[in-house]
């Protein structure tokens, strides 16, 4: 196994198992490692913002693009580094509505690791404009061994030879963002942790809301002398 300057002082230790722990649920938590961690790969993601509303009062026919995806962040690290326990930040998704979504909360890892979540998608009619709209933009990873972003939200059409198309959300490093609509439907919810919501479609006189984003995530690889 290939280890990193984090963990090289331990690298001699005999590894006997492997222990995997999942952090989901947005908001604050407390990582207290197993007994016997040794070391530990650590990776968090983002959360997802929302696809873009779309409001027909402003604008009767359009759709919205959807949300970014939010950034993902990994690294290794030794007992000695992760002490008595840290602190994990998971991030909300955005939440979707007839607006411009909102963004997704940024993932934390005590201050070992931090991705950012992806910004929300707006609503075509926000600017009374037709044609493409733009989908939100990606999180990123900023502290870590990897730092990688996540998906654009995909632009949702306004009319031409398909009608309304709104756009899907953004991936992240667990899937796929919500599905993209047509014709007049609300956009769908990230089916996947930190993928950004659909974009919102409408063609007639009613209010059409963004997906929500799906909420981050940190995942937990220890290896263990017991």
């Not at 230790?13 to 492997?18: E, G, R």
Request: charged share 5%.
């Amino acid at each position: 196994m290939t280890t990193n300057n984090a963990i090289n002082s331990d690298s001699n230790v005999p590894i006997v198992s492997i222990n995997f722990v999942q952090i989901t649920g947005h908001g604050t938590h407390t990582y207290t490692p197993s007994a016997g961690m040794v070391y530990c790969m650590v990776e968090i993601i983002g959360a997802g913002g929302a696809g873009g509303g779309a409001t027909a009062a402003i604008l009767a026919n359009c759709a919205a693009g959807g949300g970014g995806g939010g950034g993902y962040a990994s690294g290794w690290f030794s007992a000695a580094t992760i002490g008595a326990s840290q602190t994990v930040t998971i991030g909300t998704g955005g939440v979707g509505g007839t607006g411009t979504g909102g963004n997704g909360g940024t993932s934390t890892f005590g201050a070992l690791l931090s991705a950012t979540g992806g910004t929300g998608a707006v609503n075509p009619g926000s600017t009374g404009s037709s044609g493409m709209s733009v989908g939100g933009q990606p999180g990123a990873g900023n502290v870590g061994v990897a730092d990688i972003y996540g998906g654009v939200g995909f632009s949702g059409w306004t009319g031409g030879a398909f009608g309304n198309v709104s756009g899907q959300g953004g991936a992240s490093a667990y899937g796929q963002g919500g599905a993209s609509v047509t014709g007049s439907n609300n956009g769908n919810t990230s089916p996947s942790f930190g993928a950004g919501g659909g974009g919102a479609s409408t063609g007639g006189s009613t209010n059409r809301s963004g997906g929500s984003g799906g909420d981050g995530i940190c995942q937990i690889t220890e290896y263990l002398d017991r």
